[in-house]
């Protein structure tokens, strides 16, 4: 099948990096997304790799290794909006465009 | 832009009605999604548009399930004879094909099914 696995809950400090892991297992993998998810809100789109190594936009930076089926979120000098769910999702190769999302994982940012 | 827009925010019905909802895309963009989500979970796919020609349905989206975009522009989605299982949110989200990766939602349609 195909699935994603992401860290449950991480918490951190304001001010502080916070890194989320992403690990993969999907065929015909095409690229890995990032959402942030506030409650009761909608996903908002933080960031895409489709090529192995750093994106980054902002405070906020993401990785690809396809080799390691692996990515990570990284969030530098941490403020209390950042308090959210967040999501990697990933692309498969001609299926359109369609994501697959991990379960999420729920930021919490302590002052 | 003001982005992807739903309606309704909110529906509630009783088992086995019939519900509708709406999807207004990024005006310029050509793929349009739904996903369904349910409490504690990531969005799960059920269909996509590119243009008007819907491309994909998930094997989630049972018979009940609908989908239209008649002119390539907004989207309904209907659930006929709804069972509380399908009580969750229903997000729509609109790209560009060459962007796939990054899909713009809207704030959802919340469905409670009594």
């Known amino acids: 099948g195909q699935s994603l696995e992401q860290p449950s809950e991480v918490t951190a400090v304001e001010g502080a990096i916070v890194q989320i892991n992403c690990t993969y297992q999907?065929?015909?993998?095409?690229?890995l997304s990032w959402y942030q998810q506030h409650d009761g809100g909608a996903p908002t789109f933080l960031s895409y790799?489709?090529?192995?190594g750093l994106e980054e936009t902002g405070r906020f930076s993401s990785f690809l290794s396809r080799s390691d089926s692996y990515g990570y979120l990284l969030l530098q000098e941490l403020q209390m909006k950042d308090s959210a769910s967040y999501f990697c999702a990933a692309s498969i190769y001609n299926q359109g465009g369609k994501l697959i999302f991990g379960q999420g994982t729920e930021l919490s940012v302590k002052p | 832009d003001t982005g992807v827009s739903q309606d309704p925010r909110h529906k509630i019905t009783k088992r086995g009605q019939n519900v509708t909802f709406r999807c207004d895309p990024i005006s310029e963009h050509n793929r349009l999604y739904w996903y369904r989500q349910t409490l504690g979970q990531g969005p799960e796919f059920l269909t996509y548009?590119?243009?008007?020609?819907?491309?994909?349905k998930s094997r989630l989206l049972s018979d009940r399930f609908s989908a239209e975009r008649p002119k390539g522009s907004f989207s309904t989605l209907e659930i006929q004879r709804t069972e509380q299982g399908d009580s969750a949110m229903y997000l729509c989200?609109?790209?560009?094909?060459?962007?796939?990766?990054?899909?713009?939602f809207g704030p959802g349609t919340r469905l409670t099914v009594t």
């Open positions: 999907t065929s015909g993998f095409y690229g």
């Open positions: 548009f590119q243009n008007e020609a819907q491309l994909e």
């Open positions: 790799n489709g090529l192995d």
């Open positions: 989200a609109s790209s560009l094909a060459r962007l796939q990766g990054e899909q713009y």
